[in-house]
């Protein structure tokens, strides 16, 4: 109940992740995440999105990235549709739940939509104490819809921590259609 839909398992790393097209569905069962990391130091290496229809689901990790208690690598995303969520505590594309981080997030292309539940849609995850936070977040293009869907977390950037740090490195905007909406609280 702890896995990652593709990627670690719990408290097993998962090594590099590389998508080329396809249609997938990953879901995260219990705190994996859809496409990362499971559950207590499943860390998964860099993912690689290239094309494809892909929807990943997280429930305390996120839908692409890192795990509950754990890390991921460097994201980047080359297009594709891609639909990326989390259910709960974790970003859409980025950081899961409770002292987890992930690397990097890069997008060049793609048509993207990143729903966080108390964490970002894209960045940082959220967290009741410790840290839960994403590399620095660079957007070169494609078109985008970032959400923060429950309360507290950015669009893109930071989730929630009311003792702790759900930041994200330095944004980057160098293209594409971008809307981001943040928390309603």
């Known amino acids: 109940t702890y ?3 593709i990627g670690g398992g719990h408290e097993s790393r998962g090594g590099a992740i590389t998508i080329n097209g396809g249609t997938i569905t990953a879901t995260g069962v219990g705190y994996g995440s859809g496409i990362g990391g499971g559950k207590s130091n499943s860390n998964s290496g860099d993912i690689m999105i290239t094309d494809g229809t892909i929807t990943a689901t ?23 549709t891609i639909i990326a969520a989390s259910s709960r505590y974790g970003a859409g594309i980025g950081a899961g739940g ?3 981080r992930s ?6 292309k793609g048509d993207i ?10 960045g940082g995850g959220s967290t009741s104490a410790g840290y839960s936070s994403s590399g620095a977040i660079i957007i070169n293009g ?6 923060s869907g429950g309360d507290y977390g950015a669009g893109i950037g930071g989730g929630h921590a009311p003792q702790g740090n759900c930041s994200s490195g330095d944004i980057a905007i160098t293209g594409g259609t971008i809307t981001a909406t943040g928390g309603s609280t």
Request: glycine share 30%.
């Open 142 to 147: 494609g078109t985008i819809t970032a959400t």
């Open 3 to 5: 896995g990652a839909g």
């Open 113 to 122: 939509t990143a729903t966080g539940i108390e964490g970002a849609g894209i």
């Open 103 to 108: 690397g990097d997030i890069v997008v060049n």
């Open 58 to 80: 997280g429930s305390y990790g996120a839908g692409i990235g890192a795990g509950y208690t754990s890390n991921s690598g460097k994201v980047t995303i080359n297009g594709g």
């Open 98 to 100: 409770l002292k987890s």
